[in-house]
């Protein structure tokens, strides 16, 4: 195996879709995560969605269409105009890092009742590895099956093709090597003591 399909294969992941409880949307300003999990909520995959976000942590602001504040207002307006019921859109505004999206969307599941056995998570491709691995850090109980959208033209067939590519693709690497300390002590533990 090369390294190209060695950082491949670790960063962009994809899942045949199955029929889930719920379909997660990490925050985003990229409205094909919505459309695409319309599509799949009017498929039957999913009674909901839960898109969540506000902001990214680094800007401080939402930085798509400037006609919504937060990410979860832009995701909800995107996912109405592809058709998607208003009782079918779950909210989660507050998220303002892709962690915070799992553990927010968590608290919301949990507020609601709802025991999520298997989920779709809809995110952008070369962001697969790192929101799957803190999804189900957050729904350990839960299979997530990653459902990708190709975006900014980035996609695990050409990643490799440009410095922006390169540079996505290797900041996903360091991000999933330096944020989850406390996420892996903690998956330790429970391992040591015996615990699933």
């Known amino acids: 195996m090369s390294v190209l399909d060695a950082f491949t294969e670790f960063i962009f992941l994809e899942d045949r879709p199955e029929p889930s409880d719920i379909i ?3 925050g ?3 409205g094909m995560l919505a459309i695409h999990a319309a599509e799949l909520w009017k498929k039957g995959y999913a009674p909901v969605i839960l898109p969540s976000g506000r902001y990214g942590k680094l800007t401080g602001k939402f930085t798509g269409d400037p006609a919504y ?4 207002e832009y995701l909800h307006h995107m996912l109405r105009e592809q058709g998607v019921a208003e009782e079918a859109i779950w909210r989660e505004d507050k998220a303002t890092f892709t962690y915070e999206n799992a553990l927010r969307s968590r608290e919301v599941t949990d507020a609601t009742g ?3 056995r298997k989920a779709i998570l809809c995110c952008q491709a070369y962001h697969a590895r790192r929101a799957s691995l803190y999804y189900q ?3 350990p109980e839960a299979k997530i099956l990653v459902s990708p ?5 980035i996609s695990r067939e050409n990643w490799y093709y ?3 590519g390169i540079r996505l693709v290797l900041t996903e690497m360091e991000h999933c090597g330096s944020q989850f300390g406390e ?4 998956a330790a533990e429970k391992m040591l003591a015996g615990c699933p």
């Open 28 to 30: 985003s300003d990229e």
């Open 137 to 139: 850090a957050c729904f």
């Open 149 to 153: 959208v190709v975006t900014k033209g």
């Open 183 to 186: 996420v892996v002590r903690k």
């Open 114 to 116: 709802m025991s999520v």
């Open 162 to 164: 440009t410095d922006e």
């Open 24 to 26: 997660f949307i990490p």
């Open 69 to 72: 504040g937060t990410e979860w």
